[in-house]
């Protein structure tokens, strides 16, 4: 994913001119080095300093710039106190970009995983999140941020190399990538690749509905999936609280209510592993998913 | 030659008499702002001077054009102060000065704390020790750009606790911004206490030489000292960082130097005791 997002700021360097990238000393690897080789005059690398970081990059939108600051995802939260004073209160031009997100960082340990970034992003007012979840997507959602005017937060995985996604990535649109009528299972990031898998070869008839920006919310893809099946399932590298899930869930209790089960890291904090024993651990991959879309389509409401 | 210099004496001591007045006008519209709601009146008096000299003699800017690209930059990173800031932007024509008498109300362009919705504003504060940081941002955008315009930043003494202070201190220091200057309103107090208790700040003037900034150290209600050190600042390839001597609650007797003004409303008779003395005072002392 981050080689992905590392080729798009390069290619993005072209015809952004007044793109600015930063970086707090993981220059290589964010992948951003070879931009800052490129156009080093457009390349600031602060050191190990997250919270300077982003208020510089506040000044620099505050001057008509386009910066995107990129750092672990773990990290950028450090700086989540300078991004609601100055720049989401003030809806400034600046695009963050934080990789090793969900518990890709995997080896590394609870330190390095970021299960809280998505809740502490969309809380902000005039924010953009966005969970790409293919390569493609990761540059297409890059390009996007990019262009798109007002603050915008994107986490990005380290190492998974998944392609499913055929349609190009529009912020704020989910897309339907299999359609089914007994249960409808919402997901973002790379572990869209696995509850693509779940589906395969479930004893229910599920859809499948890829829904990388989560605020803002798709809602009316979400509340049709609802309609249609009466019973949700959301997954997401990411707390059970306060991600992806618990969008859908503050949507459809006010506007379709059928019963939400919201798969992710349960209110615990990660360990050391490795990418898939994490997954394996806490219930993310394709089979933990299809037994729970069994049992949703089993439960439903109708 | 020698009446060439002669006359431009004159005209920068016309220049100061004539800030000296506004700087009293300013006051007043303070003093009338924080009898009508409580507000940071102890440390807004303490910056008036560098504020004021800064918009009134010394940045390019224009208030018919807040928005003109190669304006110099001013971030109130002590968001506190704000009353002065507004106060200064008023008299410089950003906007009505009646409008002052709205601060803090619902509804009003002047919030507690500046963002930007005031005109004039250039960046957002009130959590402190972020306006370096973005001035930063501000003075390298001006660099990438080719643009002479400079950027002032304005901190608290008490801000300097804050850790992103010295992040940012690095970094210019490292990026050799000459086209950035700190102004630290050294008045001596925090919010709970003298600076000293809270925690100490001294050697402060160690510290930013160290970090690699031209240092001065200057009166801070002096307005021809403030000059002289703006202009030395203009010729300086390294970022310079400016320690302004001030009293908090400068010109209000009753507040002076103490900590008593960190946050108050003036009651009718305070108010009028301190317009007495404001009037008594002669400008050019």
Not at chain 1, 229 to 255: D, K, M, P, R
Not at chain 2, 145 to 172: F, H, I, K, N, P
Not at chain 2, 239 to 262: D, Q, R, W
Request: aromatic content about 4%; some cysteine.
């Amino acid at each position: 994913m981050r080689v992905a997002f590392g080729e798009a700021i390069l290619r993005l360097g072209e015809e952004a001119e007044d793109m600015v990238v930063l970086t707090a000393d993981v220059a290589k690897p964010t992948q951003v080095a070879a931009f800052g080789e490129r156009y080093p005059h457009r390349f600031l690398n602060v050191g190990i300093s997250e919270q300077d970081m982003v208020d510089i990059a506040a000044g620099l939108a505050l001057s008509e710039k386009i910066p995107v600051a990129v750092a672990f995802a773990p990290f950028m939260m450090r700086a989540w106190e300078q991004v609601r004073s100055t720049i989401s209160r003030c809806n400034l031009n600046v695009k963050l970009v934080g990789t090793h997100s969900g518990l890709s960082a995997s080896d590394e340990g609870s330190s390095h995983q970021s299960l809280e970034d998505v809740a502490l992003a969309r809380v902000l007012p005039n924010m953009t999140v966005i969970v790409p979840g293919d390569r493609e997507e990761v540059k297409e959602a890059t390009e996007a941020a990019v262009k798109s005017p007002g603050p915008v937060y994107m986490r990005i995985g380290r190492d998974e190399d998944v392609k499913f996604l055929d349609e190009p990535f529009r912020i704020g649109r989910a897309v339907v990538l299999r359609d089914g009528s007994d249960v409808a299972v919402i997901s973002n990031g790379a572990i869209t690749a696995e509850a693509l898998a779940a589906a395969e070869g479930a004893r229910v008839d599920a859809m499948v509905i890829h829904v990388p920006t989560v605020k803002p919310l798709d809602a009316q893809a979400v509340v049709s999936a609802a309609r249609k099946t009466g019973a949700v399932v959301c997954v997401e590298e990411h707390s059970t609280i306060g991600g992806l899930g618990s969008a859908v869930s503050e949507l459809l209790s006010s506007e379709y209510p059928v019963r939400v089960r919201r798969m992710g890291v349960n209110d615990t904090f990660g360990e050391s592993g490795t990418y898939r024993e994490l997954l394996e651990k806490h219930g993310l991959s394709a089979p933990h998913i299809r037994r729970r879309m069994e049992e949703a389509a089993e439960k439903r409401d109708r | 030659m020698s009446s060439a210099v002669e006359l431009a004496d004159l005209r920068h001591a016309t220049d100061v008499q004539k800030l000296k007045e506004r700087i009293r006008e300013i006051r007043r519209s303070i003093l009338e702002m924080t009898s009508i709601r409580g507000l940071h009146l102890g440390s807004s008096l303490s910056c008036l001077e560098i504020i004021a000299t800064l918009y009134f003699l010394k940045m390019r800017h224009s208030p018919h054009r807040p928005r003109w690209k190669d304006r110099d930059r001013f971030i109130l990173s002590k968001g506190h102060a704000a009353p002065a800031l507004y106060a200064v932007l008023a008299e410089a024509g950003y906007f009505p000065k009646e409008e002052l008498r709205t601060l803090k109300s619902i509804g009003s362009r002047l919030q507690g704390h500046p963002d930007l919705r005031t005109p004039g504003v250039d960046a957002p504060s009130g959590s402190l020790g972020q306006g370096l940081s973005i001035g930063i941002g501000m003075a390298l955008a001006a660099r990438m750009r080719g643009s002479r315009s400079r950027v002032y930043v304005l901190a608290g003494d008490g801000e300097c606790d804050e850790g992103q202070v010295w992040e940012a201190m690095m970094t210019a220091a490292h990026l050799r911004l000459g086209n950035l200057v700190l102004i630290i309103d050294r008045n001596g107090w925090q919010l709970d206490d003298r600076t000293e208790e809270v925690k100490r700040k001294v050697p402060l003037r160690g510290k930013l030489e160290s970090f690699g900034w031209v240092t001065y150290s200057i009166n801070g209600h002096d307005i021809e000292k403030i000059i002289e050190v703006l202009d030395s600042a203009e010729k300086s390839e390294l970022p310079v960082a400016i320690i302004a001597h001030t009293k908090k609650g400068n010109g209000v007797s009753f507040l002076e130097g103490t900590n008593k003004g960190h946050k108050l409303k003036l009651s009718e008779e305070e108010y009028l005791a301190a317009l007495k003395e404001l009037e008594a005072k002669p400008v050019c002392e």
